[in-house]
């Protein structure tokens, strides 16, 4: 059974930082594309950044320069680095795998809060 379990959010001023973990159970890393989305009230989502398992990377382009994904493959763990924080990125991070389109996908975690004040 595949598990994703976030934490590390929080609330911070704007211009502040964040680093988001998420442990995944049931699946290996080494052969799996992984993701971060995140909703914001109203249930609309944005897919945030991918690591695929050929270590391409994506950022979409409003956290593009400001988040860094990375993966440590020994720990299970996929981590998401928030820098220069804006009160727009306020939401709930979640990590996926098996994306089946947009930020609908097989497998996400439970999600991590996200609030940054002004």
């Known amino acids: 059974e595949v598990q994703l379990v976030e934490s590390g959010g929080g609330s911070v001023q704007a211009g502040g930082s964040l680093r988001l973990s998420c442990r995944a159970s049931g699946l290996s890393l080494d052969d799996s594309d992984m993701y971060w989305y995140r909703q914001f009230p109203g249930n609309e989502c944005e897919l945030v950044s991918q690591?695929?398992?050929?270590?391409?990377?994506w950022y979409a382009g409003s956290v593009k320069g400001r988040f860094t994904i990375s993966q440590d493959n020994a720990k299970n763990t996929v981590y998401l680095q928030m820098n220069s924080l804006k009160p727009e990125d306020t939401g709930v991070y979640h990590c996926?795998?098996?994306?089946?389109?947009?930020?609908?996908?097989?497998?996400w975690g439970q999600g991590t809060q996200v609030t940054v004040s002004s």
């Open positions: 996926a795998v098996d994306i089946i389109y947009g930020c609908h996908f097989r497998y």
């Open positions: 690591n695929s398992k050929d270590f391409n990377t």
